[in-house]
């Protein structure tokens, strides 16, 4: 298994086989960001796309998404769209990959949002829950 970055100028190219998986966690809130809002601010540089590999078929088997958040006080390493299979195979390469990234980039701590049964995968990996987000809508 690989983790990989995909760099701005090569997503068209992987685009029509990372999307689906990628969308099955975008489309959770269509009413503030669609698939295609992704792909546009990943080739601004907005969000790094990550994928996962399989180096034996070819077959990409993951994606996340990432982007810096700078707070006051620090910056923060956001991972804001996750997706896949085989997650017990390439999560802790995903780990791995962006906290290397993030320290690259000054980032003193990682953030991940998700549905609550992340916690599974997420705390064997050192996580702990930080807050809960609600929201309502105007």
Not at 11 to 16: D, F, S, Y
Not at 31 to 60: K, P, Q, R
Request: charged share 20%.
């Amino acid at each position: 298994m690989k983790f990989t970055a995909i760099h701005p100028k090569l997503l068209p190219e992987v685009w029509a086989h990372i999307s689906p998986i990628l969308n099955k966690a975008v489309s959770l809130n269509p009413e503030i960001i669609d698939i295609n809002d992704v792909y546009v601010g990943a080739l601004a540089g907005a969000y790094v796309i990550w994928v996962a590999v399989d180096e034996e078929s070819g077959e990409f088997v993951g994606t996340v998404t990432t982007r810096i958040i700078t707070y006051p006080q620090a910056n923060a390493l956001a991972m804001d769209f996750l997706g896949g299979t085989r997650m017990k195979e390439w999560l802790h390469l995903a780990q791995d990959a962006v906290e290397e990234h993030a320290k690259r980039n000054g980032c003193t701590q990682l953030e991940a949002y998700g549905r609550r049964a992340w916690s599974r995968y997420l705390e064997p990996l050192g996580w702990g829950q930080a807050y809960i987000t609600y929201k309502k809508e105007l």
